[in-house]
């Protein structure tokens, strides 16, 4: 079964039934910890999110398909450390002004693997939780802004609609791609750039489908009845035991993180 970033994979796990308020909030408390993370760190955090893929059930050819979408991306960011960053040159590309440090496979490696574990952790989120659960999670996280002033319920659908809009825009990438290719278009053969150009060409269709789809759900949203403001839910959230313990696990993740970086 193929999947993508921001798809929402059916289960019973133990993942899959927990509030989406605590998957919310781990997410959150898992970002800092990614981007501070030394040595040790990096190692805890690998270890902990194998264990919550093998919890979900998921493979490692699932996983890495769920972000292959920005595997573009993650490869742009690490060339760019690679050859921008100054330090102990390993090897020179004359005649061009650049070089490959010792610093700069280090530091390219270190903020890839950020990257890509942000975009586990982001797979893992949408991949267990319904968006109409992650609605109601963001809404219920954010309605103390309420009394602010702040559309707590607006900013969760906008969220949720984002997330969605991922694996969406990926399926309408691949029918262009797939219609293109029966038209005789070659994506596999030719230069970097030959290959950047060919698809370059899918930027405007691609921006004409995800504007027709935003204005098909506006439509759907309207007919419905949608309208701003407070709204009551089909299923109201309450935390359970499994959710207090997952609480208590990730508090001594947090935990644990801080030690080694104390001893560190």
């Known amino acids: 079964?193929?999947?993508?970033?921001?798809q929402y994979l059916p289960g019973e796990t133990v993942v899959h039934r927990l509030d989406p308020r605590v998957k919310i909030v781990?997410?959150?408390?898992?970002?800092p910890l990614i981007f501070t993370a030394q040595a040790a760190?990096?190692?805890?955090?690998?270890?902990f999110l194998a264990a919550v893929i093998a919890i979900v059930h998921l493979s490692i050819a699932q996983t890495a398909a769920a972000v292959r979408p920005v595997a573009f991306f993650i490869i742009v960011i690490f060339l760019m450390h690679l050859l921008l960053t100054e330090g102990r040159s390993l090897l020179s590309l004359?005649?061009?002004p650049l070089?490959?440090?010792r610093e700069g496979i280090v530091q390219g490696a270190?903020?890839?693997w950020q990257f890509i574990c942000l975009l586990v952790v982001a797979a893992i989120l949408t991949m267990t939780t319904l968006p109409s659960d992650?609605?109601?999670g963001i809404e219920r996280l954010l309605r103390p802004l309420a009394r602010l002033g702040i559309p707590s319920q607006d900013i969760a659908v906008m969220i949720s609609m984002a997330l969605r809009f991922i694996p969406m825009l990926y399926e309408e990438y691949e029918r262009l791609?797939?219609?293109q290719a029966a038209r005789g278009a070659d994506f596999t053969t030719g230069s970097i750039l030959l290959r950047l150009r060919a698809v370059s060409s899918f930027v405007v269709p691609l921006l004409l489908c995800a504007f027709r789809r935003a204005d098909e759900l506006a439509m759907a949203m309207e007919a419905r009845g949608y309208r701003r403001g407070p709204r009551s839910s089909l299923h109201e959230l309450k935390f359970s035991g499994r959710d207090f313990t997952a609480l208590a696990v990730m508090a001594l993740f947090v935990l644990m993180n801080l030690g080694l970086r104390m001893i560190a």
């Open 1 to 6: 079964m193929m999947i993508r970033l921001g």
């Open 26 to 31: 781990a997410v959150l408390l898992m970002s």
């Open 41 to 47: 760190g990096i190692v805890l955090i690998c270890l």
């Open 94 to 96: 004359d005649p061009l």
């Open 99 to 101: 070089r490959i440090t």
């Open 110 to 112: 270190y903020v890839t």
């Open 134 to 136: 992650l609605v109601g």
């Open 177 to 179: 791609r797939t219609a």
